[in-house]
C-alpha cells in the first residue's frame, strides 16, 4: 500500500484493508518525531497492531535532489517496486528506465537522464520506520482539519464528508439528491491544501494592481478592503496598509493556503519591483495565514463598481477552489464572469473541463454573495449546450411576461399605490439592471404585508407575484463551454442559437483542442498543430468562428487574451453582457495540452499575442469593430517554438513542420488581414452614419 | 366509392370492396361511348354484376367554366356529398361553403367566389352513367398501357407492378430487397399521366437553345440529335430540321406526355417568337407522340461536350421522371448536376424533399447510360447528410489508396508493359477525369487476359485490382439537400465537412422554408416571411450560409439562380466539381410554399434576382470572388408582393409587414454590399499576386 500524498493520512482510512505485516510507502518530508504527531490515532494504532513495515520518502525533495522536480512519479515508483518485492528489483528497474526512455525520449536526452536519475535516487532515499509498540494502544494523534463552517453544514457533515473519504457506496439513498442538484458553495469546505508551495505576500513590495487576483485560476488569492474598525478587530497577523484610491480605508491581499493550487500564476505575474508574492512552503504558510484567511471571509465585501481590472477584483468570486489543474487558463475568465455578473447569473455549461471543474458532485465550485445569490449551473450534453441555455433563457422570458400580465393585473384590481409604482417602473425598465434590482427590494419588501391585507382576486394575483419575484431581477444567462463544443460538436445548435437573436452570453474557453475529452484535434486547432487524430501536425487552419458569427450583423463578438489584455477584457465581458441580443465572447485559455509552463500561462497569451497567433478584438453591432492588438512584434516561428504542440512536430518531422508552420503563420497573417478591413469597414460605416 | 383519376381505371381495383348497389363516381372527360372503350373489362363486369349506381364528371371542366381552374377538389367533393347521402346535401353546401371561406378567406372575395360557384357547377354538370346489363360478361375494355421494356423487366413484373397496384402488403418477404437497395432507371416505368395537358412541339418555331429541356423538372422534355440514318429510320411523325451547329446532323425536341407533370416551365421559358411550345390536352399529345418518345429512346446519345447550356441538354438526364411538384424549383437543379457528372457520381442525400423524390421505393428516379453508368444513391438522416457523404468520400479514397498500392506491387511483379504504362499513367494522374477514364478502358479490357496468363501472386494482385476496377474513374461526391438540412439540422455537420478540405460537392436547394418537412421557417428564411413558426413573419434576417463557408478560405463557394443565369449556373457546377477540395453551390430553388405561380418559377428566379432579393456570385480560392449579377433593376418590394408568403403579411398585419419588408430590403443590400467588398478585395488580391 503507498499513499503519494501526506494530507491524506487524516483523510481516508487506508489501513483496515492492509494484510497482517503488510508493506505501507508513505510520501512525506516528515521525520520520525514529526509523524508522530502527523499520523492519527488510528492509523498509528493499525500500524502497530498489524505489524506494518513502513517506508517513508521525501518525494519532492528525491525529485528535486536528481535535477527533475516533475519527477516525484518516478521517485514513488521505483520505492513501490523497491519494497514491493512483486518482481525482482533489478528486472523493474530495467523496465522503469526503458519505459522512460519510450515516454520520454521525443523530450529529449536530458529528460530522459533527469528521469532515470531520479529513479536511482528513490532506491537510496527510502527509509524505514520504526513503528513503536506502544502506538497499538496510542490516544494521541492529528485529527483532520475541518472547516467550523463545515462542521455546522448538514450537507457537509452527511454527505460531502462521507463521500470525500471514498465511503459514498455506504450513504443511505434517501441523503442523495433526488433531482441531481448540489449545494452551491461547497468546494470550501474541502481544504485540499493540494500546492506544495503557495504564495506569500510581502506587504511592503505590493502596489495594489490586484492582477494576482485577476489571474488566479481557483480564486484562492483575493484583496481585502476594509474600514479601520475592521482592521482593528483582525488578528494580529493581519496586516494591512492604506487603500490606494480608497481614502480611509485599509488594503490588505490574502491568500488561501489550503484552497490553493501553488501554480505559481500570481507571483509570476506580479508586476512589482522585485515581487510582493513569494512561493512557500504550504505547510509554513498554512500556519502562518489559515486564521487570517478566516477572517477575511467575514469582512463584509464592499461595493466597488468593476470599472477596472483591479476594481473588478474586490468583487466576491463566486466561482471559487475547482477542481481544475494548477495554472488552469480557462478558470480565470469563468471566475471573472461570476464577479462580474454573478449574483444574477445562470449558467448553462457543456461537457468538458468546464462541466468537470464546474460541476464535480458532490462539491459544486459556484458559490454564493452575503445576500445568498450566485450562479445557478446545469451541465446537459457536449452537442446540445447552447439549446439548453436557450431553453433556460426561453422559459424566464416565458415566466417574465407571466410576471408582467400579474402587476398589470394587479394595478387594474387596486394595489396599493407604492406597488403599481413599483410594478410600472418595472414594466418599463424591465431589461436595465440597476433599475430592477431597485424594484425587487421594493416589492420584495412591500408585499407580504400587502398579500395579508389584500383579499379575493388581488390576494391570489400578489402571492403568484411574490412566487415569482425570482424573475424581478434582471437575469444575466451565459452558455460556457470549450472549442470543442463551440467550434465541432455543439456548433451546430451554437450558430441556431446566435441567430435567434435572443439576449444569451457565449463564452467560448478556446484551449485549440479538446482538453478534457483527450488531447484531441478540434476545429480550432491551428495549422501544424499536434494533436490526437493529428497526430502528423493539422493540415488545415483554424476555423474562425469569431466571423462566422458576425456574418449575422447582430451578434456581439469578441475574441480575448487575459495575460495579453486584462482591460480589454474587462471591456469585451461588460459589453457582451450589456448588449441586448446574442453575444459571443471567445477566450484564448491556455491549457496543459500546449506542452508550455503552466505558471507562465499568462505571459504565454501575452506572447500569443505579441505574435500575430492570436488576435485581440470586438465587434459591436451598434458601433463597429474595433482591432484591439497592435500589429506583431515577435517572431511567429519563435512563439510556435515555445509550445511542446508544435515544437515536437519540428522534432519529429521537420520537413512536414516547415511547410505548415509557414502555412500557419500565412493563415494568421490573412486573419488578422480580414480583421483590419472590418475593422476599416466598420470606421466607414460608423462616419457615414454621422 | 369516388376515383378522381381516370388513369387509375386500368391501374387499380377500386370496385371489388363496393357493396352491391353501391355508388361510384368517376371523374373523366370520356362520354358514355368512350367510357365503353376506356373502362378494362374487370371494371365493366363488376359495374353490371352489382348493380352500381355510376356517375361522371369532368372536374377540370367543370372547375373552368366556374372561372377557377384550380378548383377540381371542390368539385369532386361537392359531387361525392350530392351522390353519397351521407348527410342532406343542402346541409353539405352549408358547411362545404363555410370551409371554403375558412380556408380561402385570406386570399380575398374572389377567390372564394370562385370555389363557391365551382360548387354550385358540379351539381349540374354531373351525370348518371347507364351501365348495360351485357357487361356482366363483357370481354373487351381497355388494358393498362405497360412499356414493352417494363414488361420485360422481372423487378418490374414481380414487385413495382404489385406496388403500385397498391397490393404490395402480398408481396412474400423473400420479394423485398434484404439492404433495402432500389435498381435504379426505374421511375420511367411508371408512365403516369399525370398531367391534364402537356406541351407539344412545332418545329416550324423552335431555334433550337434547349431552354426548355433545361428548365424541364422532370426530365420529360429532351432534344434528340441525330444523324441522317437515324432520322431515315425513325416513325413518320418523328419530324426533325437541321441541327444548327452540328453540321449534318437532325434536330427534334421530344415530350414524352405520359412522364410529363404538367407544369408549362418549357412553354413559358421558350424564347422563340410565338412560342415553338404549346400546352395541349394529354390524350392528344399521347396519341400522337408515344411512339416518337419510344423512338427517341433508341437514338444513341451524342457526345457533345456541355460547354453551355444549349449543349448540356444534349447529354442524358440521369434523374428523370421523380415524384415532385409539378414546376418545381429543386429538381431542374438535380438534373442539371447528373448530365454533367452522372455516369460517376455519388450521392449523399438529406432528407427533406429531395429525399422523397430521390428515393420513393418501389422505384428511383435515378437512372443510367448506355454503358449501364449512373449515380449511387443514399438517404441516411436530415442530421447526418453531410457526415454521410463524406464517409463514402473517405471509403472511396482509402480504397483508391488501396488500388494505387495493388497496381505498383503488380508492377514490381512483372505485370504486362501495356498494364505498366496504364498503372503508372494512372497513379500520376489519380485526380483527370480524362485520363482515368482512358486507363478504366484500358485496364478492364486488358485484365482478364492478364489474369489468365499470370500465376501465383502476381494473378492474385491482379484479380484483386479487377475487383476494385469501379475505383479507377475519379468519382464526384456530391452531398445535396435543402436549406433546412443545410442551414438548420445538419449545419454542424455540413460545417465540419467542408472544413476538412477534402473533395466533395455540396448542393443546396434553397427554397428558404422547409418544404417537405411542412413549410417551417428555417435560418435560410427571410426576414418578412411567413411560415410555420413565424407565422408574424420571421424577425430575423437569412443566415448568409455562402459567407460563412468562405471563412474558411479553402472552400468553393457559389450561389446560383437557373432562371436568372443558366450560363452561371453551369459555369458555378462545374467549377465546383473541377475544384480539388470541398465546394458549396445554393441553388434557389422556387417552391410550391413561396405562393407564386408555380409554371412561372423561372421567371420568379429571374425577377429575385433583379430585385436584388438573390445574388448570383462565385467563389473559387485559386481565383477569388466573382460577383455575377448585376445591380439591381426592379423594385424589391414589389418582388415581395408577387409572393403569398410576403403578401399575405401584409394582408394580416400591415404595420408589422412595413417594418419587417424595409428591414428585408436593408439586409439585402447590405449582403450585397458585402459581396461588392468581397469582389474589391479579390481583385486586388489577385493584381497583387500577378
Known amino acids: 500500500m503507498a499513499c503519494h500524498k501526506p494530507a491524506y493520512v487524516t483523510m481516508y482510512d487506508m489501513l483496515s484493508s492492509l494484510k497482517e505485516g503488510g508493506t505501507f510507502l508513505l510520501n512525506c518530508k516528515w521525520t520520525d518525531a514529526e509523524l508522530e504527531k502527523e499520523l492519527p490515532v488510528s492509523m498509528k494504532r493499525m500500524l502497530a497492531k498489524k505489524h506494518i513495515r513502513m517506508y517513508a520518502i521525501d518525494a519532492l525533495a528525491t525529485a528535486q535532489k536528481a535535477g527533475s522536480p516533475k519527477s516525484q512519479n518516478m521517485v514513488l515508483q521505483a520505492a513501490f517496486f523497491k519494497i514491493a518485492n512483486i518482481i525482482p528489483y533489478e528486472q523493474a528497474e530495467v523496465y522503469m528506465k526503458a519505459a522512460v526512455e519510450k515516454t520520454y525520449g521525443k523530450k529529449g536526452p536530458e529528460v530522459v537522464k533527469a528521469n532515470c536519475d531520479a529513479i536511482d535516487m528513490a532506491v537510496s532515499e527510502l527509509r524505514e520506520v520504526e513503528i513503536p509498540e506502544w502506538w497499538a494502544t496510542t490516544k494521541v494523534g492529528a485529527k483532520a482539519d475541518i472547516p467550523a463552517d463545515a462542521k455546522a453544514d448538514k450537507y457537509y457533515t452527511e454527505f460531502i464528508s462521507v463521500c470525500n473519504a471514498q465511503e459514498g457506496n455506504k450513504l443511505p439513498v434517501s441523503k442523495v439528491s433526488a433531482d441531481g442538484s448540489v449545494p452551491t458553495g461547497t468546494t470550501k469546505y474541502e481544504k485540499r491544501g493540494a500546492a506544495p508551495v503557495v504564495p506569500v505576500w510581502d506587504i511592503t513590495k505590493c502596489i495594489q494592481c490586484n492582477q494576482c487576483s485577476y489571474v488566479c485560476p481557483h480564486a484562492a488569492i483575493r484583496p481585502v478592503l476594509m474600514t479601520e474598525e475592521e482592521a482593528a478587530k483582525a488578528p494580529k497577523s493581519f496586516a494591512s496598509k492604506p487603500a490606494n484610491g480608497f481614502a480611509g480605508m485599509k488594503f490588505r491581499m490574502q491568500v488561501s493556503p489550503l484552497d490553493c493550487t501553488g501554480c505559481s500564476s500570481c507571483a509570476n505575474v506580479c508586476p512589482a519591483p522585485g515581487k510582493a508574492l513569494k512561493m512557500t512552503d504550504i505547510e509554513v504558510a498554512t500556519k502562518a495565514e489559515k486564521a487570517n484567511w478566516e477572517y477575511s471571509q467575514t469582512v463584509p465585501v464592499k461595493n466597488v463598481a468593476p470599472t477596472n481590472p483591479k476594481n473588478s477584483q474586490f468583487s466576491k468570486p463566486l466561482f471559487e477552489f475547482s477542481g481544475a489543474c494548477a495554472g488552469c487558463g480557462e478558470t480565470p475568465y469563468v471566475k471573472l464572469v461570476t464577479q462580474l455578473f454573478g449574483?444574477?447569473?445562470?449558467?448553462?455549461?457543456?461537457?468538458?473541463?468546464?462541466?468537470?471543474?464546474?460541476?464535480?458532485?458532490?462539491?459544486?465550485?459556484?458559490?454564493?454573495?452575503?445576500?445568498?445569490?450566485?450562479?445557478?449551473?446545469?451541465?446537459?450534453?457536449?452537442?446540445?449546450?447552447?439549446?439548453?441555455?436557450?431553453?433556460?433563457?426561453?422559459?424566464?422570458?416565458?415566466?417574465?411576461?407571466?410576471?408582467?400580465?400579474?402587476m398589470h393585473k394587479a394595478i387594474e384590481l387596486g394595489c396599493s399605490d407604492a406597488l403599481k409604482a413599483s410594478f410600472e417602473e418595472w414594466g418599463a425598465n424591465m431589461k436595465s439592471v440597476d433599475v430592477t434590482r431597485k424594484c425587487a427590494d421594493e416589492i420584495k419588501a412591500a408585499l407580504p404585508e400587502a398579500i395579508k391585507a389584500a383579499s379575493g382576486e388581488l390576494k391570489s394575483v400578489l402571492e403568484t407575484i411574490y412566487a415569482d419575484s425570482d424573475c424581478i431581477v434582471k437575469k444575466s444567462f451565459w452558455i460556457i463551454g470549450g472549442d470543442g463544443w463551440a467550434y465541432d460538436i455543439g456548433y451546430g445548435g451554437l450558430d441556431h442559437v446566435l441567430a435567434q437573436d435572443e439576449d444569451v452570453n457565449v463564452l467560448v474557453l478556446d484551449t485549440e483542442v479538446y482538453s478534457n475529452t483527450g488531447g484531441q484535434a478540434s476545429k480550432a486547432s491551428p495549422t501544424g498543430s499536434v494533436a490526437k487524430f493529428a497526430a502528423a501536425g493539422k493540415r488545415t487552419k483554424k476555423k474562425d468562428l469569431g466571423m462566422m458569427a458576425m456574418s449575422y450583423g447582430y451578434v456581439y463578438v469578441a475574441q480575448c487574451a487575459m495575460g495579453a489584455s486584462q482591460p480589454q477584457l474587462l471591456k469585451a465581458l461588460t459589453e457582451a453582457e450589456k448588449y441586448d441580443g446574442p453575444s459571443l465572447v471567445i477566450c484564448y485559455s491556455t491549457c496543459i495540452n500546449h506542452g508550455i509552463r503552466m505558471d507562465m500561462g499568462q505571459m504565454e497569451q501575452k506572447k500569443a499575442v505579441e505574435a500575430g497567433y492570436w488576435q485581440l478584438y470586438r465587434y459591436n453591432p451598434n458601433t463597429g469593430f474595433t482591432l484591439d492588438s497592435k500589429d506583431p512584434t515577435a517572431s511567429y516561428q519563435d512563439f510556435l517554438m515555445g509550445e511542446t504542440r508544435y515544437k515536437s512536430l519540428k522534432a519529429a518531422k521537420p520537413e512536414v513542420a516547415g511547410v505548415l508552420f509557414a502555412k500557419a503563420e500565412k493563415d494568421a497573417a490573412a486573419r488578422l488581414e480580414s480583421y483590419k478591413i472590418k475593422a476599416e469597414e466598420s470606421k466607414e460605416a460608423q462616419a457615414n452614419k454621422q
Open 343 to 406: 449574483d444574477r447569473m445562470i449558467i448553462a455549461n457543456a461537457t468538458g473541463c468546464s462541466s468537470i471543474y464546474g460541476g464535480s458532485a458532490p462539491v459544486c465550485p459556484y458559490t454564493k454573495n452575503d445576500k445568498g445569490e450566485g450562479p445557478a449551473w446545469a451541465n446537459s450534453l457536449f452537442e446540445d449546450n447552447a439549446q439548453f441555455g436557450y431553453g433556460m433563457f426561453l422559459a424566464y422570458k416565458a415566466r417574465r411576461e407571466k410576471l408582467a400580465a400579474d
